[in-house]
Nanobody, 129 residues
Framework: EVQLVESGGGLVQPGGSLRLSCVGSGFLFDFDHYGMIWVRQAPGKELEWVSSIYSASGNTYYSDAVKGRFTISTDNSKNTLYLQMNSLKPEDTAVYYC????????????????????RGQGTQVTVSS
């Protein structure tokens, strides 16, 4: 069974930065076999796709809301997915989840579907002064 565990959330002032981590574990879990995705859910709102990466190709994808401010990356030696978030805004406040898509579908990588093989429990990010 694959497990994804997020960390790194917290309270930050507008304009600040946070780095989220997502550690993957389980039998034969390997980032090269999954599209890795960050999504978020603000209070009272639906899930929103944030960013994706397929480490085997090096391709990364970002929503317009975070492009230029967030950077997604992986450290395959540590089975860890990262999301570096800079220039944070109050509208970035949400619970952030990492997810893994074993089909490595374009739909998942571009945020056109929220059906994943695995998803973590989330980490809260609050941007407020």
């Amino acid at each position: 069974e694959v497990q994804l565990v997020e960390s790194g959330g917290g309270l930050v002032q507008p304009g600040g930065s946070l780095r989220l981590s997502c550690v993957g574990s389980g039998f034969l879990f390997d980032f090269d076999h999954y599209g890795m995705i960050w999504v978020r859910q603000a209070p009272g709102k639906e899930l929103e796709w944030v960013s994706s990466i397929y480490s085997a190709s090096g391709n990364t994808y970002y929503s317009d809301a975070v492009k230029g401010r967030f950077t997604i990356s992986t450290d395959n030696s540590k089975n860890t997915l990262y999301l570096q978030m800079n220039s944070l805004k109050p509208e970035d406040t949400a619970v952030y989840y990492c997810a893994a898509d074993g089909t490595i579908s374009e739909e998942a990588l571009l945020g056109l579907t929220y059906e994943y093989d695995y998803r973590g429990q989330g980490t809260q990010v609050t941007v407020s002064s």
